[in-house]
């Protein structure tokens, strides 16, 4: 068994499970979602059938969810060619700062 823990921003299981998996039908992205962040603040470098495994996912779904995640501006995947393993960066667009209203 593992000790392992986790830390979630409480935006994550508060707001942003609900809007993934009860709104856009998208449970499958946000179980990507989960695995990336736990992950740690690092940048992973995973196939989509590495993520599969860690889900329990099939293949085009981590596919279709990866996709759907960077459409909603919470992943960004790059990859240096078209062979290469998809970087993955997590992030946590409800952190911006609102800019302050200009003023009179």
Known sequence: ????????????????????VGHDHRASAFLVYL??????????????AQLAERTGLSKRSVQAAVSHLAERGLIRA???GATDVTGYE??????RRAEPAPGP
């Open 1 to 20: 068994m593992s000790d392992k823990q986790y830390t979630l921003d409480a935006y994550v299981l508060d707001t942003l499970m609900r809007d993934l």
């Open 35 to 48: 695995a990336l962040a736990a992950l740690g603040d690092t940048r992973p470098r995973l196939s989509h």
């Open 90 to 95: 997590i992030l946590a667009p409800w952190r």
């Open 78 to 80: 790059t990859r240096s």
